[in-house]
């Protein structure tokens, strides 16, 4: 039996703010047709835009990353999609229609784990077609000063991150995570972990457009030496298993799964995209793969990416 194509079975819908916006939005994720992949459709413009998830539709990553349609007054946007494609990559999603009535996608509880909710409640369904991979075939590397991510060869994704911050609560929890999915769960390893700022950037950011939808229901906040959340930190390592998950998602943009190993140090969602488009310019360095028998398909997200009802 191959290893098919997803969609989620039925409509869901979610309600919330966007993290950098404040503006209230609704949300609902449709089935879409084999090979349409993720996209995004704002449904508050007349006629609503649609914005496939692809590597070089991502124009600005300031503080998130988000999908761009059209130039100038035309230009349409779609802000904070990370988490939301976390997710959808997190349990193996291929296709799916994304419908917002505002220009961001709500932060929830500043993790995946509302999304994975979602998706979950929904069901999930195969498809005809075979699920298509890129496969990796050449290390891929790309920096930034001392910042800096790579792509190597690997039959199945897994994914190392270390982050530097010089803040006592984020250095006293682990700095450098590794997640083999394999044998590891995208569902309780990686999803619970929520996006982080600090109180002295508040109005920095808010004067630039950025966080006003922040509060403490939906991150980690800190000052100059704690956390300020009163239920703390869901793990020692959520800090650094954030990174993770936005990685994921910002990988996802790419438009299939990868096969590969991913491995990053102080990355972000500028060179997470750079690191993506910089593989697809090199058509060397990576294949489609697709697998029309289970037994010889990688372990990818194993325990996450069960048979679909």
Same mark, same amino acid.
Request: charged content about 25%; hydrophobic content about 40%.
């Given at each position: 039996?191959?290893?098919?194509?997803?969609?989620?079975?039925?409509?869901?819908?979610?309600?919330?703010?966007?993290?950098?916006?404040?503006?209230?939005?609704?949300?609902?994720?449709?089935?879409?047709?084999?090979?349409?992949?993720?996209?995004?459709?704002?449904?508050?413009?007349?006629?609503?835009?649609?914005?496939?998830?692809?590597?070089?539709?991502?124009?600005?990553?300031?503080?998130?990353?988000?999908?761009?349609?059209?130039?100038?007054?035309?230009?349409?946007?779609?802000?904070?999609?990370?988490?939301? /494609?976390?997710?959808?990559?997190?349990?193996?999603?291929?296709?799916?229609?994304?419908?917002?009535?505002?220009?961001?996608?709500?932060?929830?509880?500043?993790?995946?784990?509302?999304?994975?909710?979602?998706?979950?409640?929904?069901?999930?369904?195969?498809?005809?077609?075979?699920?298509?991979?890129?496969?990796?075939?050449?290390?891929?590397?790309?920096?930034?000063?001392?910042?800096?991510?790579?792509?190597?060869?690997?039959?199945?994704?897994?994914?190392?991150?270390?982050?530097?911050?010089?803040?006592?609560?984020?250095?006293?929890?682990?700095?450098?995570?590794?997640?083999?999915?394999?044998?590891?769960?995208?569902?309780?390893?990686?999803?619970?972990?929520?996006?982080?700022?600090?109180?002295?950037?508040?109005?920095?950011?808010?004067?630039?457009?950025?966080?006003?939808?922040?509060?403490?229901?939906?991150?980690?906040? /800190?000052?100059?030496?704690?956390?300020?959340?009163?239920?703390?930190?869901?793990?020692?390592?959520?800090?650094? /298993?954030?990174?993770?998950?936005?990685?994921?998602?910002?990988?996802?943009?790419?438009?299939?799964?990868?096969?590969?190993?991913?491995?990053?140090?102080?990355?972000?969602?500028?060179?997470?995209?750079?690191?993506?488009?910089?593989?697809?310019?090199?058509?060397?360095?990576?294949?489609?793969?697709?697998?029309?028998?289970?037994?010889?398909?990688?372990?990818?997200?194993?325990?996450?990416?069960?048979?679909?009802?």
């Amino acid at each position: 039996m191959m290893l098919r194509q997803r969609t989620i079975k039925t409509v869901t819908h979610a309600q919330g703010v966007g993290l950098h916006s404040g503006q209230r939005v609704n949300l609902s994720l449709h089935p879409a047709p084999p090979d349409t992949g993720v996209v995004f459709r704002r449904t508050d413009l007349s006629p609503p835009v649609e914005i496939p998830a692809r590597a070089q539709a991502v124009n600005e990553t300031t503080m998130a990353s988000t999908l761009t349609s059209g130039e100038g007054a035309d230009r349409v946007r779609v802000q904070t999609v990370e988490h939301l /494609m976390s997710a959808l990559a997190g349990l193996g999603v291929d296709n799916v229609l994304v419908e917002v009535t505002a220009s961001e996608i709500p932060i929830l509880d500043g993790s995946a784990a509302s999304f994975v909710y979602l998706i979950q409640s929904a069901g999930i369904v195969e498809q005809a077609p075979c699920k298509r991979f890129i496969r990796v075939l050449e290390s891929v590397q790309v920096q930034e000063g001392d910042k800096w991510a790579r792509l190597d060869p690997h039959f199945g994704f897994r994914m190392a991150f270390e982050i530097h911050f010089g803040h006592p609560a984020i250095d006293s929890t682990r700095q450098r995570v590794e997640v083999d999915f394999s044998h590891q769960s995208y569902v309780t390893d990686v999803a619970r972990a929520r996006t982080f700022g600090f109180i002295n950037e508040v109005e920095f950011l808010r004067d630039r457009g950025l966080a006003k939808g922040g509060s403490l229901g939906n991150a980690i906040v /800190m000052d100059d030496t704690r956390v300020l959340n009163d239920d703390g930190l869901r793990s020692g390592d959520e800090f650094a /298993m954030h990174k993770i998950l936005d990685a994921i998602g910002d990988l996802y943009i790419i438009g299939a799964p990868l096969l590969a190993a991913y491995t990053a140090h102080k990355s972000g969602h500028a060179l997470n995209n750079q690191l993506i488009r910089a593989l697809l310019e090199r058509p060397q360095a990576w294949e489609w793969a697709t697998f029309r028998q289970r037994r010889r398909a990688p372990r990818v997200f194993e325990s996450d990416w069960r048979t679909a009802a």
